[in-house]
C-alpha cells in the first residue's frame, strides 16, 4: 500500500508514530512561518503541517501546490497546538518530512465542499468531482447500508435473491419500455424490464417461495425530482401467504431498516383503506405527520343560495390550528397556491375563527354567525384557528385539498424530515377508469388478485372490485407496493379481457406466464419497494438524484458520458435501424 493509515484515523494516540498518507488537497493556508495543508481522502481530514525552521525547501514546495492534487506524505503525528474538536482527527497534525505529489489536479468548476458554489449542470457534469463531497459521500455511505441491512433481514427469514434478465419482453406495468434492437433478430426487440414482476412468478411457481432481488429497473417516462429512468427496487415475492402474512413480514423489513440504518424503534404501522386515504388526505399517499384531515361540508352548506357551493359536487375544508390571525396577503398567497395550474381549484373560501369568538369569512355575505358557527363545529375548530375551504369535482377538489395540506404543513413546519410517519395503505381498486380511452386500466399491475369477495363484480360492476394490494408509505412518499397475485389461467385471461386484451393478445403477450399457471402455480404474493426514494427519505431529502452515484438530470440525460447519443451508421446498419431524419 502506498499509505499507512488513513486520513480518518490518526488520533492523539499516534503522537510520535511515523506514517504515510495519500489524498486530495482540501485546502492549504500559507501563515509565512508554516504552512498548513488538509489532505482529504474517504474516510476524513488530516493536517499536514510543514515547519519553515524545521525544513524552509519543503514548506516552500509545499506552498506551490493546489487545490485536489493528489499527495502522499510522510511525517511524524504530534499533538496540535490549536485542537479542532470538531473534526476526529482535530488533536493532531503530521509534521511532514517528505512528500510526492501523485498527481496535478486542475483548478475544479465547483468547491469540493457541503455547501458547494457548484449548480445542478456542473456538479452533473463533473460527478465525479461532486462525489467527492462529504455530503454526497454520506448519502452513498446510506444507501450502502440501507442494502447491506435488507440483505441481512431478508437472508435471516430465508428469501433467496436471485437475479433476473435485463433483456426481456415488454411487460405493460403502466410506463413506456426502453427497448434494445437485436442485430441477430433483424427487426425485433427487447424490453428493459420496468420490473422483473413476470420473472419473479415464475420463480414462484418454480418453487423457490421467497425471493428478493436489488434490481435496477428501467421506465420510459416523464422525469420528476423523484424519478430516474433507471432506479433500483427491493423486489420480492412469497408463496403461500394471504396479505396480512406481506404486510407483516415487509413490516418487519421496514422496522429492521428504521432501527439498523436510523437508530428508531418504530411502532407498529397505521393501516388506511385507500377510499379512507382519498377522503381525510385526498391523495393515495397521505402524509400523516400531522393531523390535519379533511371534513365534509356537502351536508351543511348546500342550499343557502351561495351559487359555488349549490353547483358543486363536492365541498370540503381543512382546520387550521392558530392561523386565525392569518393576513390577507397570507390567505391571498394560499388562494394564489390553489389556483395554479397544476394544483387546479378555482378559488378558496376561508373562515377566521377570531380569538374573541366571532367569525370572518370570505363568504360572510352568503353564511351568517350562527352558520359558520355550525362548519366551526364540524372542524372541530377553536378560536385562533382557520378553516380553509374547496369546492367543486370531487376528485380534483380532494387533490386540490391535498395539495393546500402539505403547503399549511410546511407552513405550520409539520413536515420535519427528521420525523418518520410510516403507514400501509390498503384496498385499493383493482381497476382505474379512462375517460380519454374510455377502457379499463389495472391500477397496480394486470397480475393483481382482485379480492376472492370481489370476483362476482368482475362482471357486474368492475370499478367497484377492490383488489389485494397494498402500498408502504413513508412521510407522504410511496415507497412501496405490491399485492397478491393471481395465479390461474382462467382469471388472469378474464383479468386481460377487462383490459382489453383479447384472447389472443392474451395469449401472445402472456401465453409464457399463463401457461405456466397450469403446471402447478402455487398461491403467492409480494412487494416491491423504491430503493433510491426510501434512501433519500430516510436521509431526510426530496431528490432522489442525491442518493444514485450517477443520476440522469431532467431531460434524461447523463451530461457527464453525453447520453444518449447517437451511433455510427455501421452500427444502424447492423441493427437493419433506419433513423428518421429529424432536422
Ligand atoms: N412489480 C411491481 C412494481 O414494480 C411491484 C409488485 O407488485 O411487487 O410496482
Known amino acids: 500500500m502506498l499509505r499507512t493509515h488513513t486520513c480518518g484515523e490518526l488520533t492523539i494516540i499516534n503522537a510520535g508514530n511515523k506514517v504515510t498518507l495519500c489524498g486530495w488537497i482540501q485546502r492549504s493556508r500559507d501563515l509565512g512561518g508554516m504552512t498548513f495543508i488538509d489532505l482529504r481522502d474517504r474516510y476524513g481530514i488530516t493536517q499536514l503541517a510543514f515547519n519553515m525552521d524545521v525544513n524552509a525547501a519543503l514548506c516552500e514546495k509545499a506552498r506551490t501546490l493546489g487545490r485536489e492534487f493528489v499527495l502522499k506524505a510522510s511525517g511524524v503525528v504530534i499533538e496540535r497546538s490549536s485542537k479542532n474538536s470538531k473534526m476526529p482527527t482535530g488533536d493532531i497534525e503530521i509534521l511532514v518530512e517528505d512528500f510526492e505529489i501523485l498527481n496535478k489536479s486542475k483548478l475544479p468548476p465547483f468547491t469540493i465542499e457541503d455547501n458547494t458554489d457548484g449548480g445542478e449542470e456542473q456538479r452533473m457534469k463533473y460527478r465525479y468531482l461532486d462525489l467527492r463531497r462529504n455530503i454526497i459521500k454520506k448519502n452513498l455511505e446510506l444507501r450502502h447500508k440501507m442494502a447491506i441491512e435488507t440483505r441481512i433481514f431478508l437472508n435471516s427469514k430465508n428469501f433467496i435473491e436471485i437475479e433476473t434478465p435485463c433483456l426481456i419482453k415488454s411487460t405493460p406495468e403502466g410506463a413506456r419500455d426502453f427497448v434494445v434492437p437485436s442485430r441477430i433478430n433483424p427487426g425485433e426487440f427487447y424490453a428493459l424490464p420496468q420490473s422483473p414482476q413476470t420473472f419473479k412468478q415464475l420463480l414462484m411457481i418454480a418453487g423457490y417461495d421467497r425471493y428478493y432481488q436489488i434490481v435496477r429497473c428501467f421506465r420510459d417516462e416523464d422525469l420528476r425530482s423523484d424519478r430516474q429512468p433507471e432506479f433500483t427496487q427491493i423486489d420480492c415475492e412469497m408463496s403461500f401467504v394471504t396479505q396480512e402474512d406481506v404486510l407483516n413480514n415487509f413490516e418487519g423489513l421496514a422496522k429492521h431498516l428504521f432501527k439498523n440504518v436510523r437508530g428508531i424503534e418504530a411502532k407498529e404501522f397505521p393501516r388506511i383503506s385507500y377510499d379512507d386515504a382519498m377522503k381525510y388526505y385526498g391523495t393515495d399517499k397521505p402524509d400523516i405527520r400531522f393531523e390535519i384531515k379533511f371534513h365534509g361540508l356537502n351536508d351543511i352548506v348546500k342550499g343557502k343560495g351561495f351559487k359555488v357551493f349549490d353547483e358543486a359536487q363536492l365541498i370540503v375544508g381543512i382546520c387550521a390550528s392558530g392561523c386565525g390571525e392569518y393576513s390577507r396577503k397570507q390567505l391571498d398567497e394560499l388562494t394564489d397556491f390553489v389556483k395554479r395550474p397544476q394544483i387546479g381549484a378555482s378559488g378558496m373560501v376561508y373562515v377566521k375563527y377570531n380569538n374573541d369568538g366571532t367569525f370572518k369569512s370570505s363568504v360572510d355575505k352568503f353564511f351568517n354567525e350562527e352558520e359558520l358557527k355550525k362548519w366551526a363545529r364540524a372542524f372541530d375548530a377553536k378560536p385562533g384557528d382557520l378553516i380553509l375551504i374547496l369546492a367543486g369535482a370531487t376528485e380534483k377538489t380532494l387533490k386540490a385539498l391535498g395539495e393546500l395540506r402539505l403547503e399549511m404543513g410546511n407552513r405550520l413546519g409539520l413536515r420535519d424530515p427528521e420525523i418518520f410517519a410510516p403507514l400501509w395503505v390498503v384496498d385499493f381498486p383493482l381497476l382505474e377508469w379512462d375517460e380519454e380511452t374510455k377502457r379499463f386500466y389495472a391500477k397496480h399491475h394486470p397480475f393483481t388478485s382482485p379480492k376472492p369477495e370481489d370476483i362476482l363484480l368482475l362482471d357486474t360492476n368492475p370499478a367497484a372490485v377492490r383488489a389485494?394490494?397494498?402500498?408502504?408509505?413513508?412521510?407522504?412518499?410511496?415507497?412501496?407496493?405490491?399485492?397478491?397475485?393471481?395465479?390461474?389461467?382462467?382469471?388472469?385471461?378474464?383479468?386481460?379481457?377487462?383490459?382489453?386484451?383479447?384472447?389472443?393478445?392474451?395469449?401472445?403477450?402472456?401465453?409464457?406466464?399463463?401457461?405456466?399457471?397450469?403446471?402447478?402455480?402455487?398461491?403467492?404474493?409480494?412487494?416491491?419497494?423504491?430503493?433510491?426514494r426510501w434512501c433519500a427519505v430516510f436521509g431526510g431529502s426530496d431528490s432522489i438524484r442525491d442518493y444514485i452515484a450517477f443520476p440522469k438530470n431532467n431531460s434524461g440525460r447523463d451530461v457527464m458520458i453525453d447520453s444518449p447519443a447517437s451511433i455510427s451508421q455501421q452500427q444502424l446498419d447492423e441493427l437493419s435501424i433506419i433513423v428518421k431524419k429529424l432536422f
Open 468 to 532: 389485494n394490494a397494498y402500498d408502504l408509505v413513508i412521510n407522504g412518499v410511496e415507497i412501496g407496493g405490491g399485492s397478491i397475485r393471481i395465479h390461474s389461467k382462467d382469471l388472469q385471461n378474464k383479468m386481460l379481457n377487462i383490459l382489453g386484451f383479447s384472447n389472443e393478445e392474451a395469449q401472445k403477450q402472456f401465453g409464457f406466464l399463463m401457461n405456466a399457471f397450469e403446471y402447478g402455480a402455487p398461491p403467492h404474493g409480494g412487494i416491491a419497494f423504491g430503493f433510491d
